[in-house]
């Protein structure tokens, strides 16, 4: 028995030393490899994906205890994500075991077994791209944790996210497991399959270096991210403490030199509602009297310096207000320029699904109260005109948008725009691992996208990130001490002119993974019929 369940567990353990708070990335290129030894070893297929699925749950139960940080009632989130996000790895095994079956080397079955289960990871139930038409975009699944983020800090490999996304990355990392896993049980065409690997990864590094090398940026505004570090408990209660502090953050960048074009706040840290009447609408007195009060209150202290607003906002459509977590721009007179919405919202963090048919569930949410947001529906091009008179544009992403490769590229591709700006509170993870991971999966979305991203982040770790994937900014000196401390991140955004093929193809390799995957499945089906 040790010898199935054992490696399986070793390799959850080995994988998870790859990502924060270790961050041991080079071990992500063997950390499969004891659990790869499934794909041969004999024993019940009971066993075996019993195995398999214990290894996942090592895996996710060590690496999402974050997740239990946020409130006493979380732990039960905690618990469903070690218990169900393992399953994926029952069926990446069964994907290998199959196209082992057809002689395929593990360098080759490992990667498209894997790499299929992280697209649909990310995307499971209904967040498809194609299922956008039907109005279920927004509801996504747990984009966290695929193999290519381990490398987040080897730039020249990386690159390669502009040409497949991360799945491109997580396809070179599995691709040198099963090479490894190949020598390791002596399969046929062993040779021929390394060098095939080896082909992969030199030209993978080859194109990384050519990358970094021919930069093409053009410099663009200044643009100021606060960071005020204030507690969820804190900013629960919209109190003195996070009107104070974010005030003083606000001043001090507007006062900053150079002086800054645009202000970012954190998500939701602007403790004030902003009321609205969708086109064509008539509201209720009680509500046109409370929105009106809002734009007063807005009229009254217009700022000095263009600033986004991370914050909830109110519309009334079709008889009723519906609540929205959103990012607004705001003009140096205090208008409007342009709202967006959060369109892909956090499963029991801003939504609980089918949380009308089953209430029960809503004991893995931290609240005790119907905090339900409805989701945009449309992207948003801010326009932004600095002092010399010079536009730009930019799109928003709000917190954990940006862990989904959808959106960003969209930005790059359907609307493009000359930078990104990532708004998000953290603050519910208190100093954990969970900071520093969100930063290294937002430097994929900016290589994917070729566009730089500013990130204002409360409590966690604000900065700027060029189109390269690297941190040009960060509060502190280093990642670990910028994760709990307050302070302004001022730059110069750095503007890329260089296309992005991801944002073109989109998702071609786990839809060509996904296509093999098919194939071989019809390929037993036709055999088994045969006999």
């Not at 082992?100 to 289960?117: K, N, T």
């Not at 990012?327 to 967006?340: F, I, N, P, Q, S």
């Not at 801010?382 to 862990?403: N, Q």
């Amino acid at each position: 028995m040790s010898r199935v369940f054992v490696p399986a567990i070793l390799s959850g353990v080995l994988l998870w030393t790859a990502f924060f708070p270790l961050n041991l990335g080079p071990v992500a290129f063997f950390a499969l490899v004891p659990w790869l030894s499934l794909v041969r070893v004999e024993t019940s297929r009971r066993r075996r994906y019993l195995a398999a699925y214990l290894g996942g749950v090592t895996f996710f139960a060590f690496s999402t205890n974050w997740v239990r940080v946020a409130h006493p009632m979380m732990y039960m989130s905690w618990l469903g994500l070690s218990v169900v996000m393992p399953v994926t790895w029952v069926f990446a095994l069964d994907f290998i075991r199959r196209l082992d079956r057809f002689g395929v080397p593990l360098a080759f079955a490992v990667p498209v077994g894997w790499v299929s289960l992280e697209y649909a990871r990310m995307h499971f139930p209904t967040g498809f791209p194609f299922l956008e038409p039907l109005g279920l975009q927004h509801m996504i699944g747990f984009g966290w944790y695929f193999l290519g983020y381990t490398q987040h800090a080897f730039l020249p490999l990386i690159q390669i996210a502009d040409l497949g996304g991360v799945y491109a990355v997580s396809f070179v990392v599995a691709a040198m497991n099963g090479m490894l896993a190949d020598w390791v049980f002596r399969t046929s065409h062993r040779i021929l399959a390394t060098l095939g690997v080896l082909v992969l990864f030199a030209s993978s590094l080859g194109y990384g270096y050519v990358r970094l090398q021919h930069p093409e940026f053009t410099p663009g505004p200044r643009v100021a991210a606060i960071q005020g570090s204030v507690s969820q408990d804190e900013k629960i209660l919209k109190g003195g403490g996070l009107i104070k502090t974010y005030k003083a953050l606000y001043i001090q960048a507007g006062r900053s030199t150079p002086k800054p074009d645009l202000i970012v706040w954190p998500e939701t840290c602007f403790p004030d509602e902003w009321y609205e009447v969708a086109p064509g609408e008539t509201a209720s007195p009680e509500y046109a009297r409370s929105a009106q009060m809002a734009a007063e209150a807005f009229a009254k202290g217009p700022p000095e310096i263009p600033v986004i607003l991370g914050l909830n906002s109110i519309e009334w459509e079709g008889g009723r207000p519906w609540k929205y977590n959103s990012a607004l721009l705001l003009d140096t007179e205090g208008h409007k320029l342009g709202r967006y919405d959060k369109m892909h919202l956090v499963p029991f963090g801003e939504y609980v699904p089918l949380g009308q048919t089953f209430p029960f569930l809503s004991v893995f949410t931290p609240y005790k109260h119907d905090y339900a947001c409805r989701p945009g529906r449309t992207w948003t091009r801010f326009p932004l005109t600095v002092a010399d008179g010079k536009h730009y544009t930019f799109g928003c992403l709000i917190c954990y948008e940006d862990s989904d490769t959808y959106l960003a590229r969209q930005y790059a591709a359907r609307h493009p725009v000359d930078f990104l700006v990532n708004i998000s509170n953290d603050g519910w993870f208190d100093g954990t691992e969970e900071h520093e991971q969100h930063l290294a999966i937002c430097r994929f979305r900016a290589i994917e996208a070729r566009r730089s991203i500013v990130r204002a982040v409360n409590m966690g770790i604000s900065g700027l990130i060029d189109s390269d994937g690297r941190v040009l900014a960060i509060p502190g000196e280093t990642w670990a001490t910028s994760k709990k401390m307050q302070g302004v991140v001022s730059e110069v955004v750095p503007l890329d002119t260089r296309g992005s093929w991801y944002a073109v193809l989109g998702d071609a390799v786990p839809g060509v993974c996904w296509l093999v995957v098919v194939v071989s499945f019809v390929l037993a089906w036709r055999k088994k019929a045969a006999v």
